[in-house]
C-alpha cells in the first residue's frame, strides 16, 4: 500500500521556536507538497517541490522554509513559530501525468503553537 | 486570491437523497478539476476528476457537472449513505502546463457533508 508519512500526529510548540515538519513517501514521487488546512478557508499551498532541492513558492510561504534533500523526504520548516501558524499541516507527493491517480496525502500533522 | 470559490460550507442530507456541491473558477487556464473526500483524521483522498472536454463524468454514485462557459463545474452523490458524511474539496489545475505548475493544485474552502440515517 503507498503511503505518504508525516512524522508526527500532534504537536505543541511554544511561540518563537523552530519547528521541523517531517513527511517521507514511498512511491518514487516525483513532486511534493506542503498544505496547510483551516476551516472555512480549504487547503492552501505552502510550498511544492518537483525535484531533489528544487522548491518552489505556493500562495502563502510567508513564515516557512523547505528542504528537500533526498527525493522520498520533504520538510517544512516554521523558523519561529507564531500563534497564527496553529493549523492543521499536509503533506502530499504526486507523479506528473498521472491524471487518474491525483496527489496522495498523509494523515496530516496539527500543530499547536502556545 | 481564492480562485475556486466552493458552496455550501456545510450540507446536510437525509438518507437516499442527494447531496450537491457547487464550484466556481476564475482562472480559464484551468483544465484538471478533481474532488477531494477527507475523512476525520486522515488526509484528502481524489475520489473523482474531469478534463473540460467532456460535460459530465459519473462513477457509481458520483457525478461531476462541468460548465466550462459559466466556469462552473458540481459533485452530485445520488442515493446519499451515512458513510459519505465527511468534508468534500473541489480543486483545479492546469494539468498540461509546461514551465512550472507542476499540476499544483487550488482547492475550494470545503464543503462539510453530513447524511442522516
Known amino acids: 500500500d503507498v503511503k505518504v508519512t508525516q512524522s508526527s500526529r500532534y504537536l505543541v510548540k511554544r511561540t518563537g521556536e523552530k519547528v521541523f515538519l517531517e513527511c517521507v513517501q514511498d512511491?518514487?514521487?516525483?513532486?511534493m507538497f506542503w498544505y496547510r488546512q483551516d476551516p472555512g478557508l480549504g487547503l492552501r499551498l505552502i510550498y511544492f517541490s518537483y525535484d531533489v532541492k528544487m522548491k518552489e513558492k505556493g500562495d502563502i510561504p510567508e513564515g516557512y522554509s523547505v528542504s528537500r534533500e533526498k527525493k522520498e523526504r520533504f520538510s517544512l520548516i516554521l523558523e519561529s513559530a507564531s500563534t497564527n501558524q496553529t493549523s492543521m499541516y499536509l503533506c502530499?507527493?504526486?507523479?506528473?501525468?498521472?491524471?487518474?491517480?491525483?496527489?496522495?496525502f498523509g494523515s496530516g500533522t496539527r500543530l499547536t503553537v502556545v | 486570491q481564492q480562485q475556486v470559490k466552493q458552496s455550501p460550507q456545510s450540507l446536510i442530507v437525509q438518507k437516499g437523497g442527494i447531496s450537491i456541491i457547487n464550484c466556481a473558477y476564475e482562472n480559464t487556464a484551468f483544465d484538471y478539476f478533481p474532488w477531494y473526500q477527507q475523512f476525520p483524521g486522515k488526509g484528502p483522498a481524489l475520489l473523482i476528476a474531469?478534463?473540460?472536454?467532456?460535460s459530465e463524468k459519473k462513477e457509481g454514485r458520483f457525478t461531476i457537472s462541468f460548465n466550462k462557459s459559466a466556469k462552473q463545474f458540481s459533485l452530485h452523490i445520488m442515493d446519499s449513505q451515512p458513510g459519505d458524511s465527511a468534508t468534500y474539496f473541489c480543486?483545479?489545475?492546469?494539468?498540461?502546463?509546461?514551465?512550472?505548475?507542476?499540476?499544483?493544485?487550488?482547492f475550494g474552502q470545503g464543503t462539510i457533508l453530513t447524511v442522516h440515517p
Open positions: 480543486a483545479a489545475s492546469i494539468f498540461n502546463a509546461g514551465g512550472t505548475s507542476y499540476g499544483k493544485l487550488t
Open positions: 474531469i478534463r473540460p472536454d467532456v
Open positions: 502530499a507527493s504526486s507523479s506528473p501525468g498521472h491524471f487518474n491517480y491525483g496527489y496522495t
Open positions: 512511491m518514487d514521487h516525483e513532486n
